[in-house]
């Protein structure tokens, strides 16, 4: 028998040595985490410039990152309208803290290049991630899309500038939740098809999550024309969602493709 088995006391303080061992090891800011629920920043120790090195998952030092500035980009013939089937949906929203997002019910879709995407959820940057040689517009929607199969996602980018009101968007935003994982269900409804702009002309890259983990299985579509909302209604978001837009990524040899609609 062995001396710790002889002495309990001395079992018990080993014990307690080894599960504060453990504690200390978990709770240790210097080693990464799993990037589910993890805590990240647009600004200090936990922001954009610290992303990469949160948690386990991570690709936000990766070569294929998103958002970008949409320059230089090469008209492609062989690109086309986004087949878009979009039925309404009732409201359902949720603060997530650093967004807005707007979650949908099942039955809406797009086709990108032969594969089918689900829409999940629009949510909302102020102001935009994208830029467009060079310029930011006040507030960008991001309309993801899963495919069921591969996991992969397209997100639709649709820049929103300053003018007219929102219908649509004064519609279903009036009770936006104002605190952090608050929700607002409404039977009011829309479609996806509400916010997207008349002409279909977009841009498109491989890119990524623009949050950790910043993963690189994104077909983003910016579409090239914004569509309006007025400024109070911009200035309603960015009161919730603060400043909430990582920085531009390199392009890293990437090509920016352009359908003219």
């Not at 320059?71 to 986004?82: K, P």
């Not at 960008?140 to 929102?166: D, Q, Y």
């Not at 939740?177 to 929700?183: C, F, L, M, N």
Request: proline share 5%.
């Amino acid at each position: 028998m062995t001396t710790f088995m002889k002495n309990p006391l001395l079992s018990l303080m080993a014990a307690s040595l080894l599960i504060f061992n453990v504690a200390c090891k978990d709770n240790d800011p210097k080693t990464p985490q799993s990037c589910d629920g993890v805590e990240f920043e647009y600004e200090g120790d936990l922001g954009p410039a610290y992303w990469g090195d949160l948690c386990l998952d991570s690709e936000c030092n990766g070569n294929s990152q998103s958002p970008i500035n949409i320059t230089g980009a090469t008209d492609d013939a062989a690109l086309t309208d986004i087949p878009q089937t979009y039925v309404a949906t009732a409201t359902h929203i949720v603060n997530k803290g650093h967004t807005i997002q707007f979650n949908f019910d099942g039955g809406s879709s797009i086709v990108v290049n032969g594969e089918t995407y689900d829409l999940l959820q629009f949510h909302t940057h102020t102001h935009s991630e994208h830029e467009v040689n060079g310029a930011h517009a006040p507030m960008e929607m991001h309309f993801v899309h899963k495919n069921a199969s591969t996991g992969k996602l397209a997100v639709i980018g649709v820049l929103v500038e300053e003018g007219a009101e929102n219908a649509v968007l004064e519609h279903i935003a009036h009770d936006l939740p104002e605190t952090k994982d608050a929700t607002h269900e409404s039977a009011d409804t829309f479609s996806a098809a509400d916010f997207m702009p008349a002409d279909k002309s977009y841009f498109t890259y491989a890119g990524s999550l623009t949050t950790p983990p910043c993963s690189e299985i994104v077909t983003w579509i910016v579409m090239e024309h914004p569509i309006e909302a007025s400024l109070d209604q911009i200035e309603h978001f960015e009161h919730l969602e603060h400043e909430n837009a990582r920085p531009v990524q390199a392009l890293d040899g990437r090509v920016i493709k352009h359908h003219k609609g």
